[in-house]
């Protein structure tokens, strides 16, 4: 074998390290990337909920601003109210299922509301 074989082998090996080695770093950076973008969503997500939920004073307020319900559930003296998002737009977009839930008495006004992420 040359002087000129050898060295070209050595170059090759070289390169296919460096290759390899950037194709590992560029996969780890889109996913640490990715991860922290889902935090941040999720954050801002929160952030959003926490804001709309304390100024909700009636159902009508809370279908005005997120559409219509999943799902009501008439109880005695109260109704639960669920929104689902997905598929509701309304929310901003995080990590799993965002559920959304409002008690409300006989007239409407809203007693308590909460939100939970399943599957996150």
């Given at each position: 074998?040359?002087?000129?074989?050898?060295?070209?082998?050595?170059?090759?090996?070289?390169?296919?390290?460096?290759?390899?080695?950037?194709?590992?770093?560029?996969?780890?950076?889109?996913?640490?990337?990715?991860?922290?973008?889902?935090?941040?969503?999720?954050?801002?997500?929160?952030?959003?909920?926490?804001?709309?939920?304390a100024?909700?004073?009636?159902?009508?307020?809370?279908?005005?601003?997120?559409?219509?319900?999943?799902?009501?559930?008439?109880?005695?003296?109260?109704?639960?109210?669920?929104?689902?998002?997905?598929?509701?737009?309304?929310?901003?977009?995080?990590t799993?299922?965002?559920i959304?839930?409002?008690?409300?008495?006989?007239?409407?006004?809203?007693?308590?509301?909460?939100?939970?992420t399943?599957?996150?």
């Amino acid at each position: 074998m040359t002087r000129q074989a050898r060295g070209a082998r050595q170059t090759d090996a070289v390169f296919e390290v460096l290759a390899l080695s950037l194709s590992v770093s560029a996969l780890l950076l889109v996913l640490v990337g990715r991860s922290v973008w889902q935090a941040h969503c999720d954050r801002r997500r929160a952030r959003w909920l926490k804001a709309h939920l304390a100024s909700l004073d009636t159902v009508n307020s809370a279908i005005s601003e997120f559409g219509p319900p999943w799902e009501v559930i008439n109880g005695t003296g109260q109704s639960l109210y669920l929104w689902k998002s997905p598929p509701a737009e309304a929310f901003p977009q995080g990590t799993g299922l965002l559920i959304v839930n409002l008690v409300t008495d006989q007239a409407g006004h809203v007693k308590r509301a909460s939100w939970e992420t399943r599957g996150a």
